[in-house]
T-cell receptor
Framework: KQEVTQIPAALSVPEGENLVLNCSFT??????LQWFRQDPGKGLTSLLL???SQREQTSGRLNASLDKSSGRSTLYIAASQPGDSATYLC????????????WGLGTSLAVNP | GAGVSQSPRYKVAKRGQDVALRCDPI?????LFWYQQALGQGPEFLTY????????KSGLPSDRFFAERPEGSVSTLKIQRTQQEDSAVYLC????????????FGPGTRLTVT
């Protein structure tokens, strides 16, 4: 059974720092992996989607990498801003059932001005 | 264009009441998903529709939960005889393709059962 773990659970950094959020999954047979952002009282926003054949995706200050063999993905946020404060969730779609996303518990990020 | 919308945004129900939660996906999106997110947890998959067909309902926690999408657009998640453990945020997402490509989420409905 696929399990997704995110470390750290919470992170507080000063504005301007580069930071890394980690996601690990137990079964390397995945279809894709997505990183989402969740703001309090709001829905989830998809940040980056990495297909199983890809190694990384970039969008602005965000870069996500995928290492299927080790069951890991990292989300790199460059030059963090207070507006980046949110909960970041990692979700995996299994190759065997790619309709279902399996989620981590998220990393709660606070960027302090 | 309009995103995924859900109504109501907040619902308080007394234990034992039936509730119906509505999701309006992005127009033209084939796939629709329902998730349940308890406080401090990640979302948990409930069910999946491809057009009007419910192809996966393995995540529905009990037979008190029922979802439909009769015309392949709007979907309703119904919970009968609500229990306190049903309190959660119910998220709906839609996707253009038949597989899991980028999912677009609505704001969710926060259900509180008292």
């Amino acid at each position: 059974k696929q399990e997704v773990t995110q470390i750290p659970a919470a992170l507080s950094v000063p504005e301007g720092e580069n930071l890394v959020l980690n996601c690990s999954f137990t079964d390397s047979a995945i279809y894709n992996l997505q990183w989402f952002r969740q703001d309090p009282g709001k829905g989830l926003t998809s940040l980056l989607l990495i297909q199983s054949s890809q190694r990384e995706q970039t969008s602005g200050r965000l870069n996500a990498s995928l290492d299927k063999s080790s069951g890991r993905s990292t989300l790199y946020i460059a030059a963090s801003q207070p507006g980046d404060s949110a909960t970041y969730l990692c979700a995996v779609a299994d190759a065997g059932n790619n309709r279902k996303l399996i989620w981590g518990l998220g990393t709660s990020l606070a960027v302090n001005p | 264009g309009a995103g995924v919308s859900q109504s109501p945004r907040y619902k308080v129900a007394k234990r034992g009441q039936d509730v119906a939660l509505r999701c309006d996906p992005i127009s033209g999106h084939v796939s629709l998903f329902w998730y349940q997110q308890a406080l401090g947890q990640g979302p948990e998959f409930l069910t999946y529709f491809q057009n009007e067909a419910q192809l996966d309902k393995s995540g529905l926690p009990s037979d008190r939960f029922f979802a439909e999408r009769p015309e392949g657009s709007v979907s309703t998640l119904k919970i009968q005889r609500t229990q306190q453990e049903d309190s959660a945020v119910y998220l709906c997402a839609s996707s253009l393709g038949r597989s899991i490509y980028e999912q677009y989420f609505g704001p969710g409905t926060r259900l509180t059962v008292t």
